[in-house]
Structures are given as structure tokens and as C-alpha cells.
């Protein structure tokens, strides 16, 4: 009996360098939400993983610790959140008079429904004692129940400040805990959660694409699996992949996260390469949740006041105190 071929990994798209001298061309509807913006009075904040498109007209484009801040530190009138649920809802915890916009308020997260907050209730309750570090991928209700917020920014930070004689919970993401109890030496207790685009990174599909650009460096998320993370030449946040990028003196990168991260890296790392991380099913890797926000989304958004982001006053007060905590200890 024959057996089947090997199959090849996909092609990875190759993004080649902006020109920084060319002028950005805005298409009607970029027109038409920088318009609207103005009347409402309202500040467009932007996750790296959103489409070009959007980034292009955001007054902020950055990871969740930026964009937490700056939502903590706006005097917009209206917030117009261009992300997924959970980052609206903090936007919302941090300015509860505020009018917080989400163009697609369907637009969920993976790790954030890894942890539904009655089963980290019971969890809580069977074990009484632990200290419960979030990582900001998760619902505000869950937020509600945990001491401390992170980000993958500043989760090292986050962690080495929590009391030594304290036994950790880590949620919802148990690749980003690996990674943090390797930077930190202390060890937590992980939930069982993963983002399910950083999943599909494997070990076969970036030594595909290093083999292409044997001299390019790997930049990897921490959310990917640990044997990709031990691949890279780097393992960091999204906003320290632009230093990191900027400073380094190659003229490739393999970038190894959503896809739409290199399209703020072309913008602000002029005259370099990027090579998107491919999977073993495609050369690049979109968030599907990430992308249910759309340039007209966005328009009809502002356009309507709608559709906006309510939470019950006690999550509000309850989910505050760990993200005010967080943002304290990031300072």
C-alpha cells in the first residue's frame, strides 16, 4: 500500500516594507468616520489585530495594557472601542458615565469564554485562599472575582508583585502562565484556557517558514505553545514587538501572532520586511472574532450612537478594583 505524500506548509505572505514618504490615501468611509468622530466628540481606540483600515483612522492603535490606559486617561465623550467584548467592557469599567461604542458586539474571544465565571466561582470556592491573577482576556464578571489584572505586557510585572506567601490562580490563559511562571520562577496553579489562533502556530509550520528566511528572527507571542515559544527569538507582547523590530538590525521578521499586527509594524518600522507566522492550514493566521469589526461597522457605529456597552453598577465596582490595581502596579 502507497503511502500519502507529505504535504508542504502553506506559503507564508511576505508583507514587504511601506514607503514612508508616501502620503496615506483614505478611502470615503475613513472620510466619512473621521467626520463623524469629530461631531461626537468621540476617540477611536484600535487593538493591534485590527484591519488596516481601522487602524488607519484610530486615535490609538496598541495591546491591551495601552489601550487600558489610554480608555483610563481619555476625556472623549464617546469611546468607540475597535477590539473584541471584554476589551469594551473594561473601556466601560474604567469610564462608567461614558458612552462606550463596540461596532460588532458580537465579536468574542476564545480565553474568554474559556472561563465562565460560575465555574471559577466554584473552583474559588473549593479552594479557598488563592490568590486569582487574570489576564485581561477575560469577562468582566470574571474580572469581578479575581485580585489582580495582567496583561501579556506586563504579566511578569504583575506576578513578581504578588505577596510570596500567596498560592496563584492563573486565568484563563494557560500558555501565557507557562510562560510567565518561567520568567518569574513562581509557580501557579493554570487554567485550562488557550487563545485558539496562537494554537495553531506549530513547531512543523515556523520551521517552514525559517526555512524560507533562515535569517530572519522569530517573534512570538506568549500565547502560543511553549515548544513554538522555544523556537523564537523573542517571546513578547505585541507593543514590545515594534522596539524590538525597530532596534534589531535584520531586514526580515517572522512574526508570530495575528496577522494584523504587522500592519501597525509596517507603519511605525519603515524599511523592513515582515513574513507572517504561518499555520499548518494557512500562510497567515486571522482572528476571526478580531475581524468581525469592519471600516463600516465602525461608520454606522458612530453614526448611531449604538450599539453600546452596559454593565450592571456592582460589576462595574468590583471588576474596577483588580484593573485599577494593575494599572498601579504597571506604573
Not at 17 to 31: E, G, I, K, M, T
Not at 78 to 84: D, E
Not at 291 to 299: A, Q, V, Y
Amino acid at each position: 500500500m502507497k503511502s500519502e505524500p507529505a504535504q508542504s506548509s502553506p506559503e507564508p505572505l511576505v508583507f514587504p516594507p511601506l514607503d514612508p514618504a508616501a502620503p496615506p490615501v483614505l478611502n470615503a468611509v475613513q472620510r466619512e468616520v473621521l467626520r463623524l468622530k469629530r461631531e461626537r466628540k468621540a476617540v477611536i481606540l484600535a487593538h493591534n489585530y485590527q484591519t488596516d483600515d481601522i487602524q488607519a483612522v484610530a486615535d490609538f492603535v496598541g495591546d491591551s495594557l495601552g489601550l487600558s490606559r489610554q480608555a483610563a486617561a481619555t476625556d472623549a465623550e464617546v469611546i468607540v472601542f475597535c477590539g473584541v467584548h471584554f476589551m469594551a467592557e473594561t473601556a466601560k469599567i474604567l469610564n462608567p458615565t461614558k458612552l462606550v461604542l463596540l461596532p460588532e458586539p458580537t465579536a468574542g474571544c476564545s480565553l474568554s469564554d474559556s472561563c465562565p465565571p460560575a465555574e471559577l466561582a466554584a473552583y474559588k470556592a473549593a479552594h479557598p485562599g488563592l490568590y486569582v491573577a487574570a489576564y485581561i482576556n477575560c469577562s468582566a464578571e470574571v474580572k469581578t472575582l479575581c485580585d489582580v489584572i495582567c496583561t501579556s505586557g506586563n504579566a511578569v510585572k504583575i506576578v513578581s508583585q504578588i505577596p510570596a506567601d500567596r498560592e496563584i490562580l492563573f486565568v484563563p490563559d494557560q500558555n501565557l502562565g507557562q510562560w510567565v511562571m518561567r520568567q518569574t520562577g513562581r509557580k501557579m496553579r493554570l487554567w485550562p484556557g488557550s487563545c485558539y489562533a496562537h494554537v495553531l502556530y506549530s513547531v512543523a509550520s515556523i520551521e517552514s517558514a525559517k526555512a524560507k528566511f533562515p535569517a530572519a528572527p522569530v517573534v512570538a507571542h506568549p500565547e502560543c505553545i511553549e515548544a513554538v515559544r522555544d523556537m523564537a527569538d523573542i517571546v513578547c507582547s505585541t507593543e514590545k514587538m515594534v522596539a524590538y523590530c525597530r532596534e534589531n538590525e535584520a531586514d526580515t521578521f517572522i512574526i508570530v501572532t495575528e496577522t494584523g499586527m504587522i500592519n501597525r509594524l509596517r507603519r511605525e518600522v519603515p524599511g523592513k520586511r515582515f513574513v507572517a507566522g504561518p499555520t499548518d492550514l494557512c500562510g497567515c493566521n486571522d482572528c476571526r472574532f478580531m475581524k468581525m469589526n469592519t471600516i463600516e461597522k465602525l461608520r454606522d457605529c458612530l453614526a448611531n450612537l449604538a450599539p453600546a456597552v452596559e454593565l450592571p453598577e456592582h460589576v462595574i465596582r468590583d471588576a474596577r478594583a483588580p484593573i485599577q490595581r494593575m494599572l498601579d502596579w504597571s506604573d
